[in-house]
């Protein structure tokens, strides 16, 4: 990727434009351009309001930055806090996200099956597991990556163990997210996600040392970022934590860029040989569940991360680059949040609009529904519905009023037409709708 350009020094830019600071205070020019957080190294392309230079043009967003920022207490290589400023697209976003993330999302809400609930969730886990997974270089494919998972077969290879250790950090943000995080919890953490996926298995949950030389470069050997010294790190992780727990501050962080700024530092600090990115992400996940987020479970930030990885590594390499303004970040992991909102809405309206179809297809004039009869139909829409629903012979006939062997003949019918399975338990048959029922419906 290309590296971004580094603004002129602020200090620099103020002092050669000392006599013309209060023309530039009365231009009221605000901390974005046009809705959005430009960086120097886009906006010296973009045409300056009349009268300014790109410099001066410059020089008063970075005013109006450094006007509205609120320091975190988090630093950077060279000791400068990180800070964000709360302009108006941030905090329009900030309100999207917390009314989506807390409340009640359409679509969710029909799923009215604590089972279902807890399939859908599962799905949700795997697509965050293979995404996040594959962002570090995990080379199985989506499709092998979830028959892995969904069977339940043991890893074959480094890419399907890494996916099945981040899939395992899902499950158990359930237990995490009660508990205030410390540095053994993120050392556990990262043994999780590394676990057998290291070259020195003996790096699993432990700080680099100075002497595993660690950089961040890109695709073609060029040094991206150089991560603090291994000797800082205690104290740099005993800070994020207590940064994470809200603890030793004055005044209200919104929790969500809480998160994004935990998911930032531990990918600047790097405090481990590999798996930063994944513990990163996961404690976003962990920080946002917390705060209350519950929705947040159902998102897979990761998949749009990683359909635009530039850009990630490009919010990084932003901040760094213009005095530890988090700002870019921040701005970018909310579009990345909103982006994960959308695909969860788009893939809940997708689902409904094939259970609607499905459900067309079983009306009595249709090609499938003309070879049914009336209970049967019942009852293939009542799978639709609840897909890890189970029937028996016995409760069919009660609900239907009619024969044991009718009911019987009306379940084995579906079996045979592959819409049902059936399995022996005990001494009764169990049917259970085919995994792919509405596929198979549609067929």
Known sequence: ????????????????????????????????????????????????????????????????????????????????????????????????????????????DSIAADRAKERFLIRSQIEEAMTSSQLEGAGTTTAVAKEMLRSGRAPRDHGERMIHNNYLAMQELKRWRDQPLTPDAVFEIHRLLTADTLDDPAQAGRFRTADDNIVVEDGEGRILHMPPHADELPMRLQALCDFANGEHEAGFLHPVIRAIALHFQIGYDHPFCDGNGRTARTLFYWSMLRSGYWLTEFLSVSSVFKRAKA?????????????????????????????????????????????????????????????????????????????????????????????????????????????????????AFVFTPAK????KLKA
């Open 1 to 108: 990727m290309k590296i971004p350009v580094s603004p002129p020094p602020f200090g620099q830019l103020f002092d050669a434009n000392a006599g013309e600071f209060s023309r530039l205070l009365r231009l009221r020019i605000g901390p974005e351009v046009r809705g959005k957080y430009e960086h120097w190294d886009h906006l010296r392309h973009l045409a300056p309001p009349e009268g300014l230079s790109s410099e001066q043009w410059w020089l008063a967003i970075k005013l109006a930055r450094t006007t509205a920022a609120r320091d975190l207490p988090l630093k950077d290589r060279d000791g400068r806090p990180f800070r964000v400023v709360l302009t108006d697209s941030i905090a329009e976003k900030l309100h999207t996200i917390t009314r989506e993330c807390s409340g009640s999302l359409r679509g969710l």
């Open 436 to 439: 792919d029922l509405v596929e």
């Open 311 to 427: 850009k990630y590594q490009r919010a990084y390499l932003y901040t760094e680059t213009d005095e530890a303004d988090l700002g870019y970040f921040v701005d970018h992991h909310l579009d990345v949040i909103l982006g994960a909102i959308d695909g969860l809405h788009g893939w809940l309206a997708r689902k409904a609009e094939e259970r609607q179809r499905a459900e067309g297809m079983l009306r009595p004039g249709s090609r499938l529904g003309g070879k049914l009869n009336h209970r049967q139909r019942e009852l293939l829409l009542d799978a639709v519905r609840h897909p890890d629903k189970s029937y028996r012979i016995d409760r069919h006939m009660q609900i239907q009023d009619v024969s044991y062997q009718t009911a019987r003949s009306d379940l084995l019918a579906l079996v045979k037409l592959k819409l049902m399975r059936n399995e022996r338990i005990g001494n």
